[in-house]
């Protein structure tokens, strides 16, 4: 981009001040004395681009209004590389309101009046900003410097504005998941430290739920046990009394069959003799008793016998029946009876053994130190088991089968039982309200503590988010700069390659060669001492005739990176440390220096009369 004409309305010094028709290709030189304004020249241009200058920013640039005057104006005319001319003119009052346009000559289209769209637009037109002129072509009364390397003009020039960008926008990025990452660490921190204040068993809350449960199946078997033991207390009685009544009719019907079977086989055994052997019985009986009772009873036995021995049959069946019946009774008396001891038991078992041990180990101890403390340290029932008191019911049990105790025996066993199994159904239900209230409050600690537990996973996945980001745009930046590395180091060839094409113009050879750091520190070869020699080592004015090379060299790096053909460059006072022969060799070169920078404004109290160059 080329400087086609400049107007200076009530800038600064200039009440009026028209510069136009001025070369694309040489130098354009502005020269004075001291306090001349030709900085002002320099400024003017900056501000027509960037609304501001090196030496005023936006807020102070009232402050370039010509003293006694109201408002000021600038206009430039700049045209790129396809001879398209863009005017660009900027206004301000002491109010400090300004404004912008920008006008392409070509067809005379306004392409802003707004401020806002002025400075993307001019952005646009040039390739770079601001900062990046002031450090390539706009080289205002100061030392000759190297940009700092890792300034966004630097990189601009390299070619690697974009990845510069980007990494600067990873870089804040990057800082800022790092803000946050030290933010949540704190939240992080407290919240595990309330989840380890509570210090929460994970297998406490099923243990109480278990003993809970356990214990209300514990009483609920109590509690059918003094059901069942009650009705054993009713029912025993008179099922006693009828075991032993069914048992003396038993043992009379027993003998009542000792009598009759004999009895009744004997019937059987004379009617069977005197029916099959009628004449050997006769003869036995004629023989050995008197005739006429032998008589008598032959016939008794002939006409009695059967039906006598008959009804020693009938008898004897009648017994047996009875006795069956009688047996039958008392089987089912002796299943009741085995009924009654296996309640006796399974209550004596009940009673005996401790409440505490169908809970789990730690639930039980519990209980146990709470149950002390409520009885000032007295032992329980829940603890000692009533042995004493009860030794006798596994005996009752045993004898209960054959209703060997008495009605009163079995009512005082029952009842105790019933007692001892009361007592500690009640003590189990002080222990099941105990057990609820433990369990409530476990509830609301595990509640917290999964409350917590929930925020610490939130926070957790929050960090790791934000660590992965920070991964992530290290590895992004990291890409970055191995991927501008190629283009620095072209960068860094052709800027050397420029600066050795021109030092020796601008030094009458006794410069050529030089290298540069990746801190942009310079060494100089020297053809005289044939070795490399330090920036610092070397005269100020060839310093500066370095630099001003570097600086140049730069600057045709940026445009040809910019995408700019032809650019202009502006140097304030470059020689104001030469000495009249360096001048005239430097002069002499700038024209010819590159084929880039081709319009060099150069500002100076004075030039060498000896000297022409294009202007």
Known sequence: MLIRSLKLINFKKYEKLVIDELPEKGIVKVGG???????????????????????????????????????????????????????????????GLSSARI?????????????????????????????????????????FTAPEADSNSLRQMAGIGNYGNIVDDLSLEREEEEVSLAALEPRYAEKRDA?????????????????KESLLANRADKQQLIGQLGEVNVIYADSSLQYHKASKYNHLLEWLEVFLLPLMIGAWIVWAAFQFFPDTIQGWLSSNTSGDHAGSFIVWVQTWMFPFAM??????????????????????????????????????KEVVSEPNSVVPTRIASMLLDRNNQHNDNEVSALTLSPTEKFNHIPRFAESVSDYSITSGEMSDSTDSLCDALQSQGQEIDQCLVDLEGDINAEKERADRAGQIRAGLQKISQSIHHHENNI?????????????????????NQSIIDFVQDVLPHFTEGRYSQLKINDDLSVEVFSDEKQSYMAYDEISSGTQRQIMLALRMGMSEQLAINTGNE????????????????????TLAALPNVSDTITQVWVTSQEFPQDLTVEH
Not at 122 to 138: P, V
Not at 333 to 344: K, P, Q, R, T, V
Request: some cysteine; glycine content about 4%.
């Open 33 to 95: 004395k001291n306090e001349a304004g030709k900085t002002s020249i320099g400024e003017a241009v900056c501000f027509a681009l960037f609304g501001r200058t090196f030496l005023n920013n936006k807020k102070n640039a009232k402050r370039l209004i010509r003293w006694n005057e109201k408002e000021m104006t600038v206009s430039v005319v700049l045209f790129d590389d396809n001879e398209e001319a863009y005017r660009i003119t900027r206004t301000i009052n002491t109010s």
């Open 103 to 143: 006008i392409r000559l070509s067809d005379n289209h306004t392409l802003t009046e707004s401020l806002n769209d002025s400075g993307k637009i001019i952005h646009d037109l040039l390739g770079y900003d601001y900062e990046t002129f002031i450090d390539s072509f706009c080289m205002v009364q100061r030392e």
């Open 195 to 211: 989840l380890e204040e509570i210090r929460l068993d994970e297998s406490w809350l099923p243990e109480l739920v278990d003993g």
């Open 311 to 348: 009804v020693c049959v009938l008898l004897f069946s009648i017994s047996l029946t009875f006795k069956w019946l009688v047996e039958s009774k008392m089987d089912a008396l002796g299943e009741d009876a085995e009924e009654f001891s296996s309640i006796l038991t399974q209550g004596y």
């Open 471 to 491: 991964k992530i745009r290290d590895y992004s930046i990291s890409m970055m700069k191995r991927a501008a590395s190629k283009s620095i180091g072209n960068f």
């Open 566 to 585: 032809k650019q202009f460059i502006f140097l304030d006072e470059p020689f104001a440390f030469f000495d009249h022969q360096r001048t005239v060799t």
